[in-house]
């Protein structure tokens, strides 16, 4: 199985994004997270470091600049989706990687506080 680190510099664009209102609350997770093609299309305009923000988890052992390096996506390219963290959440949790699905709750937390959210 596969191993993850977090990602600092996803940890740090998900906390601009959320100060900065750049979120989306409610979404299909399943039919709006990027897909190859919209990746590609990021790549093409964007560099490795800027698609590597967009990711929580960085894949032990995987090369820089591959694909296979990040995962656990946060959000659109453009938005935060609070439906791709609570993702990020369930999936780390699910395959135990406990420090994805801590800095995934915390993030998580901060937008619903952000959001009004909070009971």
């Not at 609570?86 to 937390?109: F, G, P, T």
Request: aromatic letters at 10%; charged letters at 25%; proline letters at 2%.
């Amino acid at each position: 199985m596969a191993k993850y680190e977090v990602n600092p510099a996803a940890v740090e664009l998900a906390q601009r994004l959320i100060e900065a209102r750049q979120y989306v609350l409610d979404s299909d997770w399943g039919e709006v997270q990027p897909r190859a093609d919209d990746q590609n299309a990021f790549l093409d305009k964007h560099s490795w470091a800027e698609y590597a923000a967009w990711h929580l988890g960085l894949t032990e052992g995987a090369g820089d600049e591959t694909k296979a390096r990040y995962a656990f996506v946060l959000g659109d390219f453009r938005r935060i989706h609070r439906t791709a963290l609570i993702a990020c959440v369930y999936r780390a949790a699910e395959w135990r990687h406990k420090s994805v699905e801590l800095a995934a709750h915390d993030l998580l937390q901060q937008l619903d506080a952000q959001a009004g959210l909070t009971a």
